[in-house]
């Protein structure tokens, strides 16, 4: 992989972690307050969901530090090693607690009774957005698996040939 093409990913990563603690220390906090604000009934719910929230941020910044040093070994050549298969398992292990968190959160939002102003769009939209974060999480997980699979092909036949040469 090229050098710069590595540079522009890595780039990317480290404004992808940083806008995701921006996130979690200012705008899911802020949101929340302003939420309650807004709507008093709220206030119960106000610090479950936005843990949840930025628990689910930090299993994509958990992913994107794994992501990291898989760009390192593709870097040094060694992504054909054992050590690749813990950090895809960490990613995959990240993907999974985000869709479980974000499971759990349309669950409750399809149980429970959640007051809401006006007539009610408001949570069916959160529980919309809930629910395909879980099954976008789920597909990313599944994917991931595949293509862990794939790594441990290439691994075992890069293995094979380098025994033949």
């Given at each position: 992989?090229?050098?710069?093409?590595?540079?522009?990913?890595?780039?990317?990563?480290?404004?992808?972690?940083?806008?995701?603690?921006?996130?979690?220390?200012?705008?899911?906090?802020?949101?929340?307050?302003?939420?309650?604000?807004?709507?008093?009934?709220?206030?119960?719910?106000?610090?479950?969901?936005?843990?949840?929230?930025?628990?689910?941020?930090?299993?994509?910044?958990?992913?994107?530090?794994?992501?990291?040093?898989?760009?390192?070994?593709?870097?040094?050549?060694?992504?054909?090693?054992?050590?690749?298969?813990?950090?895809?398992?960490?990613?995959?292990?990240?993907?999974?607690?985000?869709?479980?968190?974000a499971a759990g959160a349309a669950a409750h939002l399809a149980v429970a009774e959640i007051p809401?102003?006006?007539?009610?769009?408001?949570?069916?939209?959160?529980?919309?957005?809930?629910?395909?974060?879980?099954?976008?999480?789920?597909?990313?997980?599944?994917?991931?698996?595949?293509?862990?699979?794939?790594?441990?092909?290439?691994?075992?036949?890069?293995?094979?040939?380098?025994?033949v040469v």
């Amino acid at each position: 992989m090229h050098r710069l093409f590595i540079a522009a990913l890595r780039a990317g990563i480290c404004v992808a972690l940083s806008a995701g603690l921006f996130g979690q220390l200012v705008v899911l906090p802020a949101t929340a307050a302003d939420e309650v604000d807004r709507f008093p009934p709220y206030a119960p719910l106000a610090v479950p969901y936005t843990a949840v929230a930025i628990l689910g941020v930090l299993c994509v910044q958990v992913a994107l530090v794994a992501t990291w040093a898989l760009l390192t070994m593709v870097e040094r050549d060694a992504i054909f090693t054992s050590r690749a298969f813990r950090w895809v398992d960490v990613i995959i292990g990240s993907a999974l607690v985000a869709t479980v968190l974000a499971a759990g959160a349309a669950a409750h939002l399809a149980v429970a009774e959640i007051p809401s102003p006006g007539d009610g769009m408001d949570v069916l939209g959160a529980l919309f957005a809930a629910t395909g974060c879980a099954g976008v999480g789920a597909a990313f997980t599944m994917l991931v698996v595949v293509m862990k699979g794939l790594l441990r092909k290439a691994t075992e036949l890069r293995t094979e040939m380098a025994g033949v040469v």
